[in-house]
Nanobody
Framework: QLQASGGGLVQTGGSLRLSCAAS??????????MGWFRQAPGQEREFVST????????NYSNSVKGRFTISRDNAKNTVYLQMNSLKPEDTAVYYC????????????????WGPGTLVTVSS
């Protein structure tokens, strides 16, 4: 029901825009808080950003604050992650997640997940 896309290879300082499209007759996108997480090789999955159902509340991890921007378009059932000033340490598989109630940083609390998209930042 969630499909992330937009990953790729980019040089340090570059930008990428990730998208996560939601689908399914029983999945009403605007009923869900959306989050982005990432998992680097050999590391645990970590929180990146989250956005409330209508976009009025947004949170970022300290590691991406000021560089990444989350947004959503409920008419298109899509959440975005604009990533600027990318660093090699941003290299990871990025996942989108959804939950009706939870807007925190614990990945285990999010109910719905999609397959990730790989972002590689070269130095």
């Amino acid at each position: 029901q969630l499909q992330a896309s937009g990953g790729g290879l980019v040089q340090t300082g570059g930008s990428l825009r990730l998208s996560c499209a939601a689908s399914g007759r029983t999945f009403t996108f605007s009923d869900y808080i959306m989050g982005w997480f990432r998992q680097a090789p050999g590391q645990e999955r970590e929180f990146v950003s989250t956005i409330s159902k209508r976009g009025g509340s947004i949170n970022y991890s300290n590691s991406v604050k000021g560089r990444f921007t989350i947004s959503r378009d409920n008419a298109k059932n899509t959440v975005y992650l604009q990533m600027n000033s990318l660093k090699p340490e941003d290299t990871a598989v990025y996942y989108c997640a959804a939950d009706r109630l939870y807007m925190g940083t614990r990945d285990s609390a999010y109910l719905h997940w999609g397959p990730g998209t790989l972002v590689t930042v070269s130095s």
